[in-house]
């Protein structure tokens, strides 16, 4: 059981300017004079690092937004930790999501003792604390026990609101990132636009606004990108998962967390086309269920409400797959924004394009279902 963490301070704000370029890690001469001071320089126990040979650096693949790498101290007699994550932005990122927000979402969690400590940071980038893990990959999150495991991991996550409730007239993530993406889209090029039919975007947003709207889903901590890269299994022999990359975390629809999560079923980030998704992937309703009485069922949750303890795992499938669509079109416009800034090896136009059509192909029927469920429920009150 760890302590709660607050960032390490830079010294004199002198590496707060310092700006790591991925592409040189590589590079003995670059590691010496820029990665090792760093680091000598802000992360307490590594003072002892002085040439490139005392250190191994491994690039994490299947990270979409930062540049990842762990880092190996191959000292001897070294004092702890002997290895962390260093994240690197992406270039564009910062125009996608808040990085004070983010740096205040880590402090928080450090409070509560979820996710990797924060260690220290710089002008592009910072330093994590490496849990000795495996990643899931997207076989696992299909194993029944696995998808069980991940549903107590977001309620745990998601009751965070109850010890820091949101400020009054918080908007949730969704709706902003949407009304600030949607917006950059004007960047690509008009034949593209024409193509996409960004003309009839804007009035599909509002309309699945209000359609979501009459959901009543609440607000709660969402991780907002539960993909299977951002979950790890702990190699301490507890089995315990544990969820990490919070770049995208805040409050958000509860909803909107679930039906991403089933989202991401769709999707092998490892695989030879990483950017198609495989609809037949997206989990069945028993494997929905099977999720979902783990979130509701959850029985180290003490703060359940009682509004909470009147849903059924059958009455949340709506909420799910109604914000699926959210999903859709959030991390459609990501993809396309990011084909414009990205230096990753990703087809993200590809990727964003998916997403938006997989919103397009869908919504009519959610939306009827939604019609649906409260016409009935207005016949059996009347009734």
Same mark, same amino acid.
């Given at each position: 059981?760890?302590?709660?963490?607050?960032?390490?301070?830079?010294?004199?704000?002198?590496?707060?300017?310092?700006?790591?370029?991925?592409?040189?890690?590589?590079?003995?001469?670059?590691?010496?004079?820029?990665?090792?001071?760093?680091?000598?320089?802000?992360?307490?126990? %590594?003072?002892?690092?002085?040439? !490139?040979?005392?250190?191994?650096?491994?690039?994490? $693949?299947?990270?979409?937004?930062?540049?990842?790498?762990?880092?190996?101290?191959?000292?001897?007699?070294?004092?702890?930790?002997?290895?962390?994550?260093?994240?690197?932005?992406?270039?564009?990122?910062?125009?996608?999501?808040?990085?004070?927000?983010?740096?205040?979402?880590?402090?928080?969690?450090?409070?509560?003792?979820?996710?990797?400590?924060?260690? $220290?940071?710089?002008?592009?980038?910072?330093?994590?604390?490496?849990?000795?893990?495996?990643?899931?990959?997207?076989?696992?999150?299909?194993?029944?026990?696995?998808?069980?495991?991940?549903?107590?991991?977001?309620?745990?996550?998601?009751?965070?609101?109850?010890?820091?409730?949101?400020?009054?007239?918080?908007?949730?993530?969704?709706?902003?990132?949407?009304?600030?993406?949607?917006?950059?889209?004007?960047?690509?090029?008009?034949?593209?636009?024409?193509?996409?039919?960004?003309?009839?975007?804007?009035?599909?947003?509002?309309?699945?606004?209000?359609?979501?709207?009459?959901?009543?889903?609440?607000?709660?901590?969402?991780?907002?990108?539960?993909?299977?890269?951002?979950?790890?299994?702990?190699?301490?022999?507890?089995?315990?998962?544990?969820?990490?990359?919070?770049?995208?975390?805040?409050?958000?629809?509860?909803?909107?967390?679930?039906?991403?999560?089933?989202? !991401?079923?769709?999707?092998?980030?490892?695989?030879?086309?990483?950017?198609?998704?495989?609809?037949?992937?997206?989990?069945? !309703?028993?494997?929905?269920?099977?999720?979902?009485?783990?979130?509701?069922?959850?029985?180290?949750?003490?703060?359940?409400?009682?509004?909470?303890?009147?849903?059924?795992?059958?009455?949340?499938?709506? !909420?799910?797959?109604?914000?699926?669509?959210?999903?859709?079109?959030? %991390?459609?416009?990501?993809?396309?924004?990011?084909?414009?800034?990205?230096?990753?090896?990703?087809?993200?136009?590809?990727?964003?394009?998916?997403?938006?059509?997989?919103?397009?192909?869908?919504?009519?029927?959610?939306?009827?279902?939604?019609?649906?469920?409260?016409?009935?429920?207005?016949?059996?009150?009347? $009734?």
């Amino acid at each position: 059981m760890r302590v709660p963490c607050i960032p390490q301070q830079l010294p004199n704000g002198k590496f707060n300017d310092v700006i790591l370029d991925s592409s040189k890690l590589g590079q003995k001469k670059y590691i010496h004079g820029t990665l090792i001071p760093l680091m000598r320089n802000t992360l307490s126990g %590594w003072e002892d690092i002085t040439k !490139e040979s005392h250190i191994d650096i491994e690039r994490v $693949s299947g990270a979409l937004t930062n540049f990842v790498f762990f880092i190996t101290k191959k000292l001897q007699n070294s004092q702890n930790p002997q290895k962390v994550v260093l994240r690197i932005y992406g270039n564009g990122a910062d125009q996608l999501f808040d990085r004070e927000k983010e740096l205040r979402c880590l402090e928080m969690l450090s409070i509560v003792k979820i996710g990797p400590q924060l260690l $220290s940071t710089f002008s592009n980038g910072r330093f994590e604390q490496f849990l000795e893990s495996t990643t899931l990959n997207y076989h696992e999150i299909h194993i029944p026990e696995v998808s069980r495991q991940i549903a107590y991991r977001l309620r745990s996550l998601h009751n965070i609101v109850t010890i820091f409730p949101p400020k009054k007239g918080t908007i949730p993530e969704v709706w902003v990132n949407i009304d600030k993406w949607s917006p950059l889209l004007r960047k690509i090029s008009y034949e593209q636009q024409i193509k996409l039919k960004l003309e009839d975007l804007d009035n599909e947003i509002r309309e699945l606004k209000s359609m979501l709207s009459k959901l009543d889903s609440p607000i709660v901590f969402a991780h907002n990108d539960t993909q299977y890269g951002n979950i790890l299994r702990l190699d301490d022999g507890s089995n315990q998962l544990v969820v990490v990359d919070f770049e995208y975390a805040g409050y958000n629809y509860r909803g909107f967390d679930l039906g991403n999560h089933f989202c !991401e079923w769709m999707f092998n980030y490892h695989g030879t086309d990483p950017h198609v998704s495989h609809i037949s992937w997206y989990p069945t !309703e028993e494997q929905q269920i099977n999720f979902l009485k783990a979130y509701l069922d959850d029985n180290n949750d003490n703060d359940n409400d009682n509004k909470d303890q009147e849903i059924t795992p059958r009455k949340l499938l709506l !909420e799910c797959n109604a914000f699926a669509l959210a999903s859709h079109v959030m %991390w459609g416009l990501w993809g396309i924004i990011q084909s414009l800034e990205s230096d990753i090896d990703f087809d993200y136009l590809a990727y964003g394009v998916g997403r938006l059509q997989m919103f397009r192909d869908s919504k009519d029927n959610i939306y009827d279902l939604i019609n649906n469920h409260f016409q009935t429920s207005t016949s059996l009150i009347d $009734s």
